[in-house]
């Protein structure tokens, strides 16, 4: 099973850019869909950018235009870069592993604080 370490939040003004990391041991990491989840105060988690292990990427409409999910399977680690954050970005984010065989595996979540 896949092990996921995420990296990279912090606090950045409006307008400012960040760029997440999460680092996955353990497994095959070129088989996973991964993705990256974000949970808000008082809100549902909810899906931010998703890539598959082809390469095909969606993205929530709130961050299209915005944020760009990659992956590197030599490093195995995906991306986030964040660009033109909102305070709305504000939030928890979560690295999500899916597996072929259906298993989901989170990581322990980084926090990304958009504030003047």
């Known amino acids: 099973q896949v092990q996921l370490v995420e990296s990279g939040g912090g606090l950045v003004q409006p307008g400012g850019s960040l760029r997440l990391s999460c680092a996955a041991s353990g497994s095959i990491f070129r088989i996973y869909a991964m993705g990256w989840y974000r949970q808000a105060p008082g809100k549902q988690r909810e899906l931010v950018a998703r890539i598959t292990n082809g390469g095909h990427t969606n993205y929530a409409d709130s961050v299209k235009g915005r944020f760009t999910i990659s992956r590197d399977n030599a490093k195995n680690t995906v991306y986030l870069q964040m660009n033109s954050l909102k305070p709305e970005d504000t939030a928890v984010y979560y690295c999500?592993?899916?597996?072929?065989?259906?298993?989901?595996?989170w990581g322990q979540g980084t926090q990304v604080t958009v504030s003047s």
């Open positions: 999500n592993a899916y597996s072929p065989m259906g298993r989901e595996t």
